[in-house]
């Protein structure tokens, strides 16, 4: 579906310039977890197909014709892991922030020069 | 200032590389071969309902047992970085309320997450779902009770009893000679009842139990670091 491409296109591409333009670590953090939504979206609605139903084969769906009644299976059943992961490495993430602000007692990137060369 | 630039015309770069793949974008009418041959071996070699279950159960089960190491990995970075350290604030008691009502409300969430990952091979959920749902549940008692303190040695226990189960009922099925992970060592039964599907509903329940016991356990620990 084109419409929701596009959404979540704009999502990724929003979330990248966040990442790569804001100081604040939370705010990166922020801009990777729309990035993740973008990328989510757009997976999604490349199994769309047109007037279809959820892949669940119950009394909705004949189980002869099910093959031209369902949507893709595959990107669903690849986003449904991926929004847990998702959760887990931006809380992993999170807590990397807050172990760095223990360290020096701000959020900025411009205060952590160890890594830059 | 240049830096801005660079970022900008990277970003703008990016959009130029990834435009033609929507401009040209046409949906598709109808499923490609390995989708179709996913929903009718759903039906008729696992007998079960929800093609999304299966396909990341049983035909895509090794990249969900990658996707769940994945998850356990970034519970242990968690549990590393914010090792508990016994700090003293000052608490606030909470209303009569909020604890009456989130007593009530847990264990109807409970319900509600086992009720999705039992049933995932027959309707919308499983075990990665019902697990979140089981998680908030522990959100909402840690949220609403600051003297709630889950045991780290039952959710380590449980977390490590379903991945290891997990894994096991994938190794009988290569000793049973049908493939690793291949549900129909346990008996089919009758499509679209509760124990049917082979062993989905058993993988499923054991996953959702360790995502939940892991979501869980990052909470807890970012609770716990007041």
């Given amino acids: 579906m084109i419409e929701t491409l596009i959404i979540g296109f704009v999502l990724l591409v929003i979330g990248l310039f966040a990442m790569l333009t804001q100081k604040n670590i939370i705010k990166i953090i922020l801009g990777f977890s729309i990035a993740d939504t973008g990328v989510h979206i757009i997976i999604i609605s490349l199994g769309y197909l047109k007037g279809r139903t959820a892949p669940i084969i119950d009394s909705a769906v004949s189980i002869a014709n099910s093959v031209r009644e369902v949507i893709d299976p595959i990107p669903s059943a690849l986003v449904l892991t991926a929004i847990v992961i998702g959760l887990a490495t931006t809380a992993l993430m999170l807590v990397f922030a807050a172990e760095i602000y223990k360290k020096k007692g701000s959020f900025s990137i411009d205060d952590y020069k160890e890594l830059k060369w | ?226």
């Fill in chain 2, 1 to 226: 200032m240049i830096n801005k630039v660079l970022i900008l015309l990277s970003v703008i770069g990016l959009v130029v590389i990834f435009l033609p793949f929507i401009v040209n974008f046409e949906a598709r009418e109808e499923l490609s071969p390995l989708a179709r041959s996913y929903v009718e071996g759903s039906v008729q070699d696992l007998n079960s309902p929800n093609v999304v279950t299966s396909v990341v159960v049983t035909y895509r089960g090794l990249d969900t047992i990658g996707e769940v190491t994945v998850l356990f990995l970034a519970t242990l970075g968690v549990g590393f970085l914010l090792q508990n350290k016994k700090q003293k604030s000052a608490k606030r008691s909470v209303s009569e309320n909020i604890k009456t009502t989130s007593s009530f409300l847990v264990s109807l969430i409970m319900v509600l997450g086992v009720y999705i990952f039992t049933h995932g091979h027959l309707s919308p959920g499983g075990g990665f779902q019902g697990g979140v749902v089981i998680a908030s549940g522990f959100l909402l008692l840690i949220l609403s009770d600051l003297d709630f303190k889950i045991s780290h040695i039952i959710l380590s226990l449980v977390e490590s009893i379903s991945g290891i189960a997990y894994v096991v009922i994938g190794l009988v099925g290569l000793i049973l000679t049908i493939g690793f992970l291949n549900p129909s060592l346990l008996p089919l039964g009758k499509y679209g009842e509760l124990f049917s599907a082979g062993a989905i509903p058993l993988i499923y329940s054991f996953i959702g139990l360790k995502v939940g016991s892991e979501l869980t356990n990052i909470i807890n620990t970012m609770g716990s670091e007041r």
